[in-house]
């Protein structure tokens, strides 16, 4: 490497590339779709990988400007309207079935559940 040290000058650096508000916006929603690697895609797209991630910032906080201020990220909730069964006459818990997706993980449990064994599955599940 040539720093040009006897000469007093800086180190000569490439012309830099501007890259278009369209391409960056086109390399970041790919970036966010599941299972890509965004190193592979800069490296597809001649860029580098920390490029990406510094686009993707900028483009969190302007389409999503509450998640800089530490707000809670809302999760998508999906409701499946069934008919509920009648009471029984008992007393006891009536039986149901609940399910829930939290990333990979699926938990679905049908019928009567003991809340305190419930409760811990929930709490680790969650975490």
Do not use: C
């Amino acid at each position: 490497m040539d720093t040009n040290i006897e000469s007093g000058g800086k180190p000569s650096r490439g012309p830099y590339r501007h890259h278009s508000e369209e391409f960056k916006r086109a390399i970041v929603e790919q970036s966010f779709q599941p299972g890509v690697s965004v190193a592979r895609l800069a490296r597809e797209n001649g860029v580098n990988a920390n490029q990406v991630f510094g686009w993707r910032k900028q483009y969190t906080a302007t389409q999503f400007p509450s998640a800089q201020n530490g707000a809670p990220a809302l999760v998508p909730v999906t409701v499946i309207e069934q008919p509920s069964p009648p009471l029984e006459s008992n007393g006891d818990r009536q039986a149901g079935t609940l399910e829930l997706m939290v990333g990979r993980a699926k938990l679905r449990v049908e019928g009567s559940v003991d809340p305190g064994l419930l409760a811990q599955v929930l709490d680790r599940l969650l975490r």
